[in-house]
């Protein structure tokens, strides 16, 4: 009577109007009845307080009185009894599959209830066959009313079958092994749950449950009652409509279970789906206290840890509180005195997150003490989670608490503040700050002032938090920024300056372009800005942006004069004939009114957009080649052209600055700081009046733990010039001797600690000194090993050696000719003759220029030789060698021309001898650049006489004297002196 009315009460709670059996045992005809299964977890509604018809009125049978319960039972006993006689009855073979049952569940035709309950708890029934379902997300408790979502139509048919049979709706819960929750219900690529692929997959112990109740999803078509392999079943034009659509819906259904006793898996029977097994069922497990009275006691303390950690586990977790909550009304089988029930409500509330097979393992045991170990095993988890979420929670709340309390206690203090009189507003701080700027400045142009005014103006009005406000504020910044008026006193000593740019002009890398500008600014006494605009594009990188645009900015003229501070700074503008062009603009165009000095004092930039004077400002300009700069831009500079360094000059910059750089950068030296005397400060003449000391140069030392012997000599230096380094600057000559010292110092430390290093990187030789013979050592070997391509002397007929400017400096040019005689066509006359060939990668002005010296040079030679027809008999072939490098320049016209004549004429030419000249069409010698490369070049060649145009004697006159010591030079004005010279009339 007791069991009746919990079971009641439940039903009425849950609302599933569920009437129990007072039957001890199923009748022998349900007993032969087959169940089927499914299963995977899931959560479903399972309220139906709505329910009408039939159900509502078995809802309002259940509200009455318990005196008359009985008498109705036997009446609807006799009933379900005489119903069930007159249905067909689901034989072991599955043959119920082909019947058709009446549906229940009142007018809702997606819900469907058991048409028979035949017992509940230990008076359920015991089928030895069932229908079995796999669960997942963990083993079903009995007692513990679940829910679960089936997706697999075959299953959800055979559930419907059930449900309408009067077997009375039970199943097999068995959970799966190959579950991983990571996969959200996807396990090993299958995607419905209840479909197994393997017997293995189950474990073996599981739930006898009984559906409570089905819900279809709505637009679930009816599966039950037909067979759906029938042409004209429903089904099939079910399957016809998913095949025509692209995006089928799943069938669903979810059926609310209570589960009652444990079963044992004996045996797989059909696979299925729907899977038939064949189970044993558990008998009840019931502990009987008072045998043992020590293991009494330790049950008892098991239990009562048990309830305590729930408890306290529900005090941490509102979460697992509330699934206390809703358990245990609906757990009929929850007994605090039962260990065996305890344990599996226990269990059941750590179903979330508890492992599964820890789960399984609470479902498999048996022994009242081992089931409460492992059920008090998963609730101490779920209390180090809750413990840990608490921890988080409070340390989040703190977090927020803190920020909530510091931003309340700033507000008050702002209002107190503002209260007091001691603060105002952040408005009227930054007008107040904009007028202070400006009247540090003297010289404010009068349009300046007006426009400062205007925009204060409409800052007072403006709300802080609109747009409009950040924009004025940004142009008020740069407004105020600009350092109206304000100039640098500038230093006009001669000598202050002789002494800064000698101390500094050999500064490294390149030729000294960047650094000579730097130190021309640290001798004026002006604020140095540098900017690029190699590859520069935009016009709003000279000129600004627009204030409209988002995140606009005034251009490089304005930002460097709030750099600096000053309206007379020395601004470099590096790479300016690397000047790109596209659609936004051409910035070569915008400069010119930079550098223009009648419109720079009136300058206007996008975003300040009011005159702005720089004409006070000092341009310097860096370039490598004048011909990429626009005509109209160069018209605004005065070119000052820069030569590369000599040998002696790479020798001192190497020995003054790169060495000592390069030690120090890689602890092999130390600098010495100089000593600062203590001198009394006296009033006498300014700095600029005073005389100035001459810079002394750095000291350096070795440092600690290197070798005192640890240098570079001055050979391996020289070698590195002249075999390693041929560049006009010495950006290649400080990349090497940055090498050795990176060496060196891997060297030092690696002996000091004992290390093993790679045959390339040990020290070879004896001495820790790098000199011009273990130079290899260090950076292999050299670039260039001869500066002669022939060693004969005189060079064989039709070639000479000119002299070329490249980017690496000056090098020797060699011109080859060779004469093709062709043979006698059939008439006997001569085949081809008077045409030249010419190779080598030369460049358009180059070509041009050895069709002018072919013409020079069959001129002349009728003039020398009316009677040689050499060129009217022979093709000529000339070559420059060094083909893959590209070469350009009028310079070798007489060089070509001294070579055709040579070859020709059959007379050699002087290995020793080396020219260079332009050659006009009617002979004359013209003017060439790069006297002191080619100059530096014939040294290295070991050249005595040079052949230079009459023009370009004033530039040889500027070399240095051990530049032109030991060479011949002689100047022709027309060929004929080439020729004189070349030829040997003058030698």
């Given at each position: 009577m007791l069991r009746r009315t919990i079971h009641s009460s439940f039903f009425n709670r849950s609302h599933l109007h569920h009437r129990c059996s007072?039957?001890?045992?199923?009748?022998?005809?349900?007993?032969?009845?087959?169940?089927?299964?499914?299963?995977?977890?899931?959560?479903?509604?399972?309220?139906?307080?709505?329910?009408?018809?039939?159900?509502?009125?078995?809802?309002?049978?259940?509200?009455?009185?318990p005196a008359d319960e009985k008498e109705e039972d036997k009446n609807e006993d006799a009933k379900d009894t005489t119903e069930v006689d007159k249905e067909p009855s689901a034989t072991l073979n599955n043959s119920s599959k082909y019947k058709t049952f009446p549906r229940a569940g009142g007018g809702n035709p997606n819900i469907m209830l058991p048409a028979n309950r035949l017992g509940f708890g230990d008076q359920a029934p015991r089928y030895p066959h069932l229908m079995a379902l796999p669960v997942i997300r963990g083993p079903v408790f009995p007692g513990v009313l679940t829910p679960l979502t089936v997706t697999d139509k075959k299953t959800i048919q055979a559930v419907e079958k059930i449900l309408s049979g009067g077997s009375g709706g039970y199943l097999g819960l068995f959970c799966r092994k190959d579950y991983n929750p990571s996969h959200d219900n996807i396990m090993k690529g299958i995607e419905t749950p209840e479909v197994i692929t393997d017997p293995s997959d189950l474990y073996t112990v599981g739930t006898f449950a009984q559906i409570q109740r089905m819900t279809k999803a709505a637009d679930l078509d009816d599966l039950d009652g037909e067979d759906e392999d029938h042409p004209s079943h429903p089904l099939n034009e079910y399957h016809d409509k998913e095949e025509e659509s692209e995006h089928d819906k799943k069938p669903s259904a979810t059926i609310l279970l209570m589960p009652h006793r444990r079963?044992?898996?004996?045996?797989?029977?059909?696979?299925?789906?729907?899977?038939?097994?064949?189970v044993s069922h558990w008998d009840r497990l019931t502990y009987v206290r008072g045998n043992d009275s020590s293991r009494d006691d330790t049950i008892r303390a098991l239990c009562q840890e048990v309830l305590s950690t729930i408890r306290e586990v529900a005090q941490l977790n509102t979460l697992f509180k509330e699934q206390v909550v809703n358990l245990v009304p609906s757990s009929h089988m929850f007994d605090m005195n039962d260990p065996y029930r305890l344990a599996d409500f226990a269990a059941s509330l750590s179903i979330n997150g508890g492992d599964v097979a820890d789960l399984q393992s609470v479902l498999e045991e048996k022994d009242p003490e081992l089931r409460l170990h492992k059920a008090l095993v998963l609730l101490s988890k779920e209390r180090e989670v809750g413990k840990l979420q608490k921890e988080i929670s409070a340390k989040v709340e703190e977090k927020m608490s803190e920020a909530q309390r510091k931003y309340f206690l700033t507000e008050q203090l702002k209002s107190i503040k503002k209260e007091l009189g001691m603060e105002k507003d952040d408005k009227e701080s930054l007008i107040e700050k904009y007028r202070k700027q400006m009247a540090e400045y003297t010289e404010v142009p009068d349009e300046i002032n007006e426009i400062i005014d205007s925009e204060l103006d409409k800052l007072s009005t403006l709300e802080k938090n609109s747009s409009e406000f950040n924009v004025t504020r940004s142009y008020l910044d740069w407004l105020t920024s600009i350092p109206w008026g304000t100039v640098t006193k500038e230093n006009f000593d001669i000598k202050a300056a002789r002494t800064v740019l000698d101390s500094e002009h050999y500064g490294p890398p390149g030729t000294g372009k960047t650094s000579i500008a730097e130190s021309v600014a640290t001798a004026l006494g002006r604020k140095f800005f540098r900017f690029s605009v190699g590859g520069m594009s935009d016009v709003s990188e000279i000129k600004g942006h627009r204030r409209t645009y988002v995140g606009a900015m005034p251009g490089k003229i304005i930002q460097c004069l709030k750099s600096t501070g000053s309206t007379n700074p020395l601004v470099l503008i590096d790479e300016i004939d690397k000047l790109g062009r596209d659609f936004r603009g051409d910035p070569a165009s915008a400069l010119l009114e930079v550098l223009d000095p009648g419109q720079n004092s009136t300058f206007r930039d996008h975003f300040i957009d009011a005159p702005v004077d720089i004409s006070k400002v000092l341009f310097m300009c860096t370039a490598n080649d004048l011909e990429t700069i626009p005509g109209p831009l160069l018209d605004r500079m005065e070119v000052i052209r820069l030569s590369g360094y000599d040998v002696p000059e790479k020798l001192e910059i190497a020995e003054q600055y790169l060495v000592?750089?390069?030690?120090?950068?890689?602890?092999?030296?130390?600098?010495?700081?100089?000593?600062?005397?203590?001198?009394?400060?006296?009033?006498?003449?300014?700095?600029?009046?005073?005389?100035?000391?001459?810079?002394?140069?750095?000291?350096?030392?070795?440092?600690?733990?290197?070798?005192?012997?640890?240098?570079?000599?001055?050979?391996?230096?020289?070698?590195?010039?002249?075999?390693?380094?041929?560049?006009?600057?010495?950006?290649?000559?400080?990349?090497?001797?940055?090498?050795?010292?990176?060496?060196?110092?891997?060297?030092?430390?690696?002996?000091?600690?004992?290390?093993?290093?790679?045959?390339?990187?040990?020290?070879?030789?004896?001495?820790?000194?790098?000199?011009?013979?273990?130079?290899?050592?260090?950076?292999?070997?050299?670039?260039?090993?001869?500066?002669?391509?022939?060693?004969?002397?005189?060079?064989?007929?039709?070639?000479?050696?000119?002299?070329?400017?490249?980017?690496?400096?000056?090098?020797?040019?060699?011109?080859?000719?060779?004469?093709?005689?062709?043979?006698?066509?059939?008439?006997?006359?001569?085949?081809?003759?008077?045409?030249?060939?010419?190779?080598?990668?030369?460049?358009?002005?180059?070509?041009?220029?050895?069709?002018?010296?072919?013409?020079?040079?069959?001129?002349?030679?009728?003039?020398?030789?009316?009677?040689?027809?050499?060129?009217?008999?022979?093709?000529?072939?000339?070559?420059?060698?060094?083909?893959?490098?590209p070469k350009d320049g009028p310079s070798a016209g007489i060089t070509m021309v001294t070579a055709m004549l040579s070859l020709a004429l059959d007379k050699p030419i002087k290995s020793d001898l080396a020219m260079t000249g332009e050659i006009s069409l009617t002979g004359k010698v013209l003017a060439v650049g790069g006297i002191k490369e080619k100059t530096m070049a014939a040294r290295r060649a070991k050249i005595k006489t040079i052949i230079l145009p009459a023009d370009c004697k004033r530039d040889y006159d500027e070399l240095p004297e051990y530049l032109k010591e030991g060479l011949d030079v002689k100047y022709a004005s027309d060929y004929s002196e080439v020729y004189d010279i070349a030829f040997g009339t003058q030698i």
């Open positions: 007072s039957s001890s045992g199923p009748s022998p005809l349900l007993i032969q009845n087959r169940c089927f299964f499914f299963g995977s977890g899931g959560n479903s509604d399972d309220d139906d307080s709505k329910k009408d018809g039939k159900d509502g009125k078995k809802g309002d049978k259940d509200k009455k009185d079963i044992d898996l004996l045996s797989v029977d059909d696979i299925g789906p729907p899977i038939d097994v064949t000592p750089k390069a030690m120090v950068n890689n602890g092999l030296m130390v600098k010495d700081e100089p000593e600062q005397g203590n001198e009394e400060v006296t009033d006498g003449p300014s700095d600029n009046d005073k005389p100035q000391k001459e810079a002394q140069p750095p000291s350096y030392r070795i440092a600690d733990g290197v070798p005192s012997t640890l240098s570079i000599q001055r050979s391996a230096l020289e070698s590195l010039v002249r075999w390693y380094c041929r560049e006009a600057g010495v950006r290649n000559l400080a990349k090497k001797i940055d090498k050795i010292t990176r060496l060196l110092s891997l060297q030092v430390v690696a002996e000091e600690e004992g290390a093993e290093l790679t045959d390339k990187s040990t020290r070879k030789s004896d001495t820790w000194e790098v000199s011009a013979d273990n130079l290899d050592q260090y950076v292999g070997k050299p670039v260039f090993t001869s500066d002669r391509l022939y060693e004969t002397d005189p060079l064989p007929h039709g070639i000479v050696m000119g002299l070329a400017y490249t980017s690496m400096g000056g090098t020797a040019l060699y011109i080859e000719t060779q004469g093709i005689k062709r043979g006698l066509d059939p008439e006997g006359k001569q085949r081809g003759g008077g045409t030249l060939k010419v190779t080598g990668q030369l460049g358009d002005v180059m070509k041009e220029s050895t069709q002018i010296a072919y013409t020079v040079a069959r001129s002349r030679m009728s003039e020398i030789d009316p009677s040689n027809a050499f060129f009217d008999e022979k093709d000529i072939h000339m070559h420059v060698p060094e083909g893959a490098t």
